[in-house]
């Protein structure tokens, strides 16, 4: 109860008492021996001691692996960071503290000012570890929700397929869309602040994402799990920036042979604009030749994938170097029109 109270202080109801508003909320019912029938919901949220003694695996696990593939037997390269079995109301902000620790930062300069810049944007990383919490399947006895950390990406693993009408197209398109398989808790942590259960995170972690130059995030999932990877890889690769002769303004950034190096350089934006500037005067025949680009058009001029030539293309729109017009399937680019 004493997590609860302390809980509750977060939502609109925050001046009942504990029990009045876990009657509201639907977290206890009337009825029982006691006069009270507690609900597994309320097990989850606020249990009196570890959660593995009434839920063998509503845990979650953080990991770090060595490189960018796990290896096993005498070659292993995991670490297990941290095991959380913390009540939810509890999970998530411990959860949140041990992610936090684990994202690396890194000093860039914008202006006359050194900014400290994480490895993957706040919002799209908490998005992922809310969601798998707020949506995991709870039937699952089996499984918790693990947080691997590769050098090259993220990786949230939460049991359970995606709820209809949530779709995995929709989700990669980044359209608004949601359903929750555990109503009683996403009400709960909604009416807390923690997430808004409006369909409106998912396509916010594309966006975060893209404003820090970096690769959409993958989602993958199946009958069983659902899978959100974020990768810290620049939209533009280290190859690309190696021919496009652009480097990072220096002989040593720009021949290094490390491509963590020339990741790191990318992600420095004043980098990132002088690259894709430079793509602008490589399209400008194909602009004045058709009067348009598409999205085909710059995969093809510049051998990219379909994700990275849309990071691309989103950019110099924001940038004002292109329009974007028509939708879907005919979408294209043009030059701004004259005193736009």
Known sequence: MGLAERFFRRVAESGRPPTEVLFRYGLIHPGGPSGVRVTNAAVLMFARDTVWRWHPRADARVFRVDGTVRSHGAQRNVTQIAQLDSPIAALIESLRDVVRGQIRRAESLSGLYFEDTPEYPEFAWQEALVNAVAHRDYDDFGRGIEVWFYSDRIEVHSPGGLVPPVTLEALRNGVPTHASRNPVLVRVLAAAG????????????????????LLPPEIDADCSSHIVRLRNTPAASASDVLSDGEGAGTADESTSSSAADLRRADRDRSTRVARLRSRMLRMGGLLDAEGH???????????????EALADLTTLVDLGHLEL???????HYVRPAAGT
Do not use: H, Q, W
Not at 194 to 213: A, C, K, L, N, T
Not at 293 to 301: G, I, Q, W
């Open 194 to 213: 923690i997430m808004r259960d409006e369909g409106e995170g998912v396509p916010r972690m594309f966006r975060e994402m893209s404003g820090m130059g």
């Open 293 to 307: 680009v598409s999205n085909a058009d710059y995969r093809e001029l510049f051998k990219v994938d379909r994700r």
């Open 325 to 331: 017009r028509g939708e879907r399937r005919g979408a």
